[in-house]
């Protein structure tokens, strides 16, 4: 619920925004809100999956999440300004010489203010996940939804994209005090905050967090900014922001394919964890199954229903919007392949295989997808962006279906030991 209230406000806001702006404003906006996305997402270096992750892991040790939660909170509040600075300082540079449109300066600096809210989201609604605290996340959530679209609309019901630009900020930034008042409500009620000291820290709490962190958050640095390069050649190679208004719809609705894998993941992947750790992997690799497949019929079950029906789904947007029907149906293969490879990088976590998963699914699929887009975008426009989302989709699945299957063997020949070793 949580997910969906979260992911919801922000799919009805953007659809009113374009119902409300002309299409190469929306695609200025769009573009706009991107870059504040991304530049958040790799800034918060994984905090929003090392948090839950070892906040779950260490549910019976109060002392462990103490340190879990303040590491956290501490590496958040210095990525949010940090990823401030950067942003206002080189909203020049990106308009004029990324996005080759000098005007966007202002609102470049102006979305700016929107980063450290965006990750203190990740961080304290992962917090509350690893808390199993969902019914105090999906509270906030709904509540922040519904203000969040509320702002945003009234910001875009001018036409105007500086004002619609303030608007999403406001909404941003009222999102995250909403949820961190939930999150400071459930923190107090565990008495999870008191009597904490940087010098308590056991060192090797630091060591597991950053084993984890640091190879996941590298991750967040190679395929974040292959997903900000797509639109933004997208839009140098075509000079069209009608392209990235059309592309930013076929992602939207991509997403809405992808969400319920991730909420699977999301509410299974503690129970994994603590499974994983006591070295139950018998039970965890029921749970893994159980989400893979689960995933999976949801996710065919909604791509044919969108490849079928994509010119009617297209015309909700606007009746111009119907020119990229194909490119909506061709998305849909990758919008099945996505989903299924969140469910299987769960077992990939689950083992802390990160560094791996770089090399093996990561580097490959971004390198694939950046020469599709540089090379075919000036001819081809939006259908070369959507190929390259295809074609690096099936590329990140085969990788992560091997890696997940090691780790799972991993997991098995552990198994197989103790039980060996208890039969002795």
């Not at 690799?285 to 229903?305: C, D, E, Q, Y």
Request: net charge positive; proline share 3%; hydrophobic share 55%.
């Amino acid at each position: 619920m949580a997910t969906f209230s979260h992911q919801g406000s922000t799919f009805i806001s953007n659809f009113l925004v374009i119902k409300l702006l002309d299409h190469a404003t929306y695609g200025k906006y769009s573009l706009i809100n991107l870059t504040a996305f991304y530049a958040a997402t790799i800034l918060q270096f994984a905090v929003g999956s090392t948090v839950p992750k070892f906040v779950a892991r260490y549910a019976d040790d109060p002392v462990r999440i103490r340190s879990v939660v303040w590491i956290g909170g501490a590496f958040t509040f210095a990525s949010g300004l940090l990823g401030f600075g950067i942003l206002a300082l080189s909203s020049g540079v990106l308009a004029r010489s990324a996005f080759v449109e000098p005007s966007l300066t202002r609102p470049l600096m102006i979305v700016s203010l929107a980063v450290p809210s965006l990750i203190g989201m990740v961080y304290l609604g992962g917090l509350l996940q690893g808390l199993h605290d969902f019914r105090s996340l999906a509270a906030s959530s709904i509540v922040s939804g519904v203000l969040f679209i509320a702002i945003v609309t009234a910001g875009a019901w001018t036409g105007d994209l500086t004002r619609a630009i303030w608007a999403l900020v406001a909404g941003s930034t009222l999102r995250s005090v909403i949820l961190g008042c939930a999150t400071l409500a459930a923190l107090k009620g565990r008495a999870i905050g008191r009597g904490f000291s940087w010098c308590k820290v056991p060192n090797e709490i630091t060591r597991e967090i950053f084993k984890f962190q640091i190879p996941a958050g590298l991750a967040g640095f190679v395929t974040l900014p292959t997903l900000w390069l797509i639109p933004t050649i997208l839009t140098r190679n075509t000079q069209n922001f009608s392209d990235v208004a059309l592309y930013s719809v076929i992602i939207m609705i991509k997403t809405l394919i992808v969400i319920p894998a991730s909420v699977v993941s999301l509410a299974l992947q503690p129970s994994a964890e603590r499974a994983h750790a006591s070295g139950q992997f018998d039970l965890a690799m029921r749970v893994f199954r159980t989400s893979t497949l689960g995933v999976f019929t949801i996710a065919a079950a909604a791509a044919i229903f969108f490849a079928v029906f994509a010119k009617e789904v297209m015309a909700v947007f606007g009746r111009s919007f119907t020119v990229a029907s194909f490119e909506l149906q061709l998305m849909m293969v990758a919008a099945i392949a996505e989903a299924v490879a969140v469910s299987l990088y769960m077992r990939i976590q689950a083992a802390s295989r990160m560094w791996g998963s770089i090399f093996a699914t990561l580097l490959p699929r971004d390198l694939a997808m950046l020469a599709i887009v540089a090379a075919f975008t000036t001819k081809y426009g939006l259908l070369a962006a959507v190929t390259a989302h295809v074609v690096g989709a099936i590329i990140n699945l085969i990788g992560v279906y091997w890696l997940s299957m090691k780790s799972m063997g991993q997991g098995t020949a552990y198994l197989d030991t103790q039980l060996s070793s208890r039969r002795e």
